[in-house]
């Protein structure tokens, strides 16, 4: 079985290394120049929670994928405006029985990924595994998962059941989700509240959770979240979710999410579209207004603008 | 005639030096220490659009005006939250003929001042004034005015004729508002977006202009101030607002609003209640919806518990 990392930065590297180091035949796939060259020359360096690894994993950069190669399996791994790249760069590398997989954080990617293959073969889920990249060819991997996956249609519930094996054996932690919609609706949530305020106001989730103001922009953005979620027919307690989230912020406290390294950090575009922005576009196709999500992405933008993010 | 500069910051220093150099007997108050001995032992040093003036100019601390003073005008210049200290000290002062007057930044002082005075006693308006204090005793008044006046009650229309005149007399460039509740809504709309969002944003008002994410945000805070104006009978042509907003950002573009200046630079709370959280509280009373202006001020609050502004 021939598996693909598409998308080989943080996230796609770590879930690479796992699936090699437990005897998959893996390819991490980037079109990152200095990235794939170190990957290639120097091997991956990678700590997986506190444990460094050094790894001679395959590696291809995306514009030299040899002809003739076919994947059984495809992780997609990009950041979310790359995705049609991405899917471009595959699609000669694939066919009617690859599985193709994605836990990518944002809304209906699967809109633009049914237009490559057909919905059986999509394998849609979230993660808590979170990643993050020092430098071309080393990167670090933290938690312990879990993978929630699910299938889009009844007739994809064999493909998701061989990828929760898959996680399984590679020590992802795969499970099978309950409710493929609301685990998708959930985890926006906790990315349209802490990734989002974290980049706003330039600061971690320990000083958000602080103060009642702040907890208060939480809510709202939640609240309406939560009314969105019902085109999915996903039904949220509100009260719930907000005590998850501020739960979660503690936990985590001293954690920057990753939108507030990509902006603030590293001056690169963020997410926000595909997380704020969806909600507000997803509301208004269905009637319902979201005028604090599209609020914060609409300042999220201004903010890259002002430092002029690439 | 008796003036008072009941608050005597920035502002209120500008004004009751250009009454002075104008002959008028005025004195400042304000409660900052370290300010009002500065101005007692060295008189007020002012720069007035570039000149530099020393003035002898009385000023008391507001604890110390003398019992049997009685003032026919009092200006008040006090930050928002300060109103309420200022009208309690200042009360024993006033009486059923002294004209207050209220160009303070805002919405509905008057619910505050009318439980001082009568309100054919108030005088109400706006002014494009602007003003910073260096430190205790050294501020700068710039602009060329207008102050835009009016009364709140037909009976008041002599006390408004007045004070144009006392502000002509000292060059502070005082006119009859034709539509005074206009007037105050159109500033709503200058604070509500150049202070609030270049305060969040940590920009000035040319870079907030630099932006069409920005531009978004400014549209939709005006929208919602715009929709709310009407429980006052004020109908704001929105884009015409809202292009009127646009060319003054440009205008005064490397300017920092002094809500930036407030917060950002010296850690002090913001008007931010009386201005957006004043628009979502209004609009609350009225059943209309301002959620985007409720979060705006819940941001700015966030900010300010973030900063330990005092």
Not at 91 to 103: G, K, M
Request: a negative charge; aromatic letters at 6%.
């Amino acid at each position: 079985m021939k598996i693909a990392i598409a998308g080989s930065g943080a996230l796609g590297s770590g879930f690479g290394a796992k699936l090699f180091q437990n005897g998959y035949d893996v390819t991490l796939i980037d079109s990152w120049e200095s990235h794939v060259k170190a990957i290639q020359t120097n091997g991956l360096h990678i700590d997986i929670n506190g444990e460094h690894c050094h790894l001679e994993i395959p590696m291809y950069d995306s514009r030299d994928i040899p002809e003739d190669v076919l994947y059984d399996v495809v992780f997609l791994f990009p950041k979310s405006m790359q995705l049609k790249e991405v899917l471009d760069y595959i699609q000669p590398h694939i066919n009617q029985s690859t599985i193709v997989v994605c836990t990518m954080n944002g809304l209906k990617h699967e809109r633009l990924i049914e237009q490559y293959v057909e919905l059986p073969q999509i394998v849609r889920g979230v993660t808590t595994w979170t990643a993050g990249i020092e430098s071309p060819g080393y990167t670090h991997l933290m938690g312990s998962g879990p993978v929630e996956v699910g299938a889009l249609v009844t007739e994809g519930t064999d493909n998701v059941k061989t990828i929760v094996d898959i996680l399984n054996q590679a020590e992802l932690n795969g499970v099978l989700s309950d409710d493929l919609h609301q685990s998708i609706w959930k985890k926006i949530c906790v990315n349209g509240t802490a990734n989002a305020l974290c980049t706003i106001l330039e600061c971690n989730l320990a000083t958000l959770n602080q103060s009642d103001d702040a907890k208060n922009l939480i809510y709202k953005i939640t609240q309406e979240i939560v009314h969105v979620a019902t085109i999915d027919d996903v039904h949220l307690n509100l009260d719930e979710v907000f005590e998850y989230l501020i739960d979660l912020n503690d936990k985590v406290g001293p954690h920057y999410p990753s939108m507030y390294q990509d902006l603030i950090n590293n001056h690169r575009k963020t997410e926000i579209d595909y997380i704020n922005g969806a909600v507000a576009r997803l509301g208004m196709e269905h009637h319902i207004d979201a005028p604090v999500n599209h609020f914060v992405a609409n300042m999220i933008h201004a903010k890259e603008q002002q430092l002029d993010a690439q």
